[in-house]
């Protein structure tokens, strides 16, 4: 054996090597990560797919998320993103009990169509007691009753070269110099004709509330909030979502969020 | 006080899949820790649970008060960015996930496990004698890893990493619906990303403590072994 103590120059190498650690954080050194045209950045997106390609791989097309019991709903659902959209033609139908609302359907279909909400709640409905996962990381338990999309999209009739669902919303949720930036959002099919994925009219057993997302939103159990577009005002049928705002298939997306939000 | 250098013997002690290994997850911790907080600042607040309380009270701890929870200079990116937070997250975690597997069945395969990481009754026997020795700041260099070294190894790779990896896991919606029982063992969701944050914590004292020890046992030496694999050993190891 041999001695070593704590020596001054033991204690000053510690002092330095700390510092470093600490001005290695706090240093801006990935700021650069934050830019979306980084190709570092880039590069580390990818990983999104492979955590798709891994997840789709591991779930059967149809397995169903957790659902829960009655008792399991504590508090009302969380809102979030916009909750009272003061867009005029969004006011008129709050104004009039959605009574005037429509929903149209259309884009790569073969029968478009125009739904009013009675039409809607008509169809045959589901009802699932499921919890709703947002990015930032909170968790809400509420049940939701709403018509399957699969529905909606079978009763249109899908047209070769299908292959994902564009939601556009009523609520501008950023102004800019170019006018308001209304919510819009996409699926692919495989999360569009999930029996889980519902155009969702009713919350907790009564109407959809307002700060909910009335009169219609969308449900995606397998992923996070930002996918469940609220206000939905159409529904278009695309093969690819490059010509929709920036590109990269929604409005989060479009501000550096994954596409594929499974995670 | 130096002591004469000249008859402690330089040994290849780590093999370069122990030093890819080592630096890999060493990169990975350090890009996982920083966009985590980052994660975290979004909503800096835990439960126990399936969900969050917001109509009831479920919190165990709240951090921030209104504002982010960790400073600038903890988080990467420096700024408040949940997306590219989570974009360097999940592409870590999958290198970390990567490398552990490949480890894992390099060291099963080439016996590194067995030979050098397994506790053996020696170990047992020397454990009193190895906590006396780091309490006194005494860090004997030998050609095999001591007690403490391997209990503490040990319990990063087979238990913290696990359960970083299965908690994080627990989060993921997708994962739920291919694995509910995954959340459910660990009692709901909200309580996983409870876990995953104190597991990380646990894995910030292990980097720290790790570091800590290497400056205080001939950093050049050790920095040497895990560049280059070769190391200095004392006498009459």
Known sequence: MYERRITRRTALRLGGAGLATATLGGCKAFDRLADPANPLRRYMERANRLTMAAQRGLLDRDALAQEFQWFDIRQPQRPNGVTNPQDAEYVTHVASGFSDYRLSVSGLVQRPQILSLAELQSMPTRRQITRHDCVEGWSCIAQWTGVPLSTVLERAGLRPGARFVLLRCFDTIERSLSGGIKYYETIDMVDAMHPQTILAFGMNGSALPVPNGAPLRLRVERQLGYKMAKYIRAIEVVDSFSGVGRGRGGYWEDRGYEWYAGI | ?237
């Open chain 2, 1 to 237: 006080m130096r002591r004469a250098h000249s008859n402690r013997r330089l040994i290849k002690r780590h093999t370069l899949a122990t030093r890819l290994a080592h630096w890999g997850w060493a990169v990975s911790l350090l890009f996982l820790l920083g966009s985590g907080l980052q994660i975290f600042n979004a909503h800096p607040v835990l439960y126990i649970g399936d969900q969050s309380g917001f109509g009831f009270d479920n919190a165990i701890l709240s951090l921030g008060g209104g504002g982010p929870a960790w400073p600038a200079w903890a988080t990467i990116p420096s700024g408040v960015d949940l997306a590219t937070g989570r974009i360097v997250h999940f592409f870590f975690a999958w290198i970390l996930v990567f490398v552990l597997l490949l480890w894992l069945l390099g060291a099963l395969v080439s016996g590194h496990l067995w030979r050098n990481l397994r506790l053996t009754a020696q170990d047992l026997r020397s454990l009193g004698a190895d906590i006396r020795s780091h309490a006194r700041f005494q860090f004997p260099h030998r050609r095999t890893y001591g007690p403490l070294q391997k209990l503490s190894y040990a319990a990063v790779l087979f238990i913290l990493f696990p359960m970083v990896i299965a908690s994080g896991l627990a989060m993921s919606p997708g994962m739920n619906a291919a694995a509910p029982w995954l959340p459910e063992v660990l009692g709901g969701r909200q309580t996983a990303r409870t876990l995953h944050f104190c597991v990380a914590a646990a894995l910030a004292g292990f980097v720290v403590l790790h570091i800590s020890m290497v400056l205080l046992a001939a950093p050049l030496n050790q920095m040497r072994a895990m560049l280059t694999g070769w190391y200095r050993v004392d006498e009459g190891e």
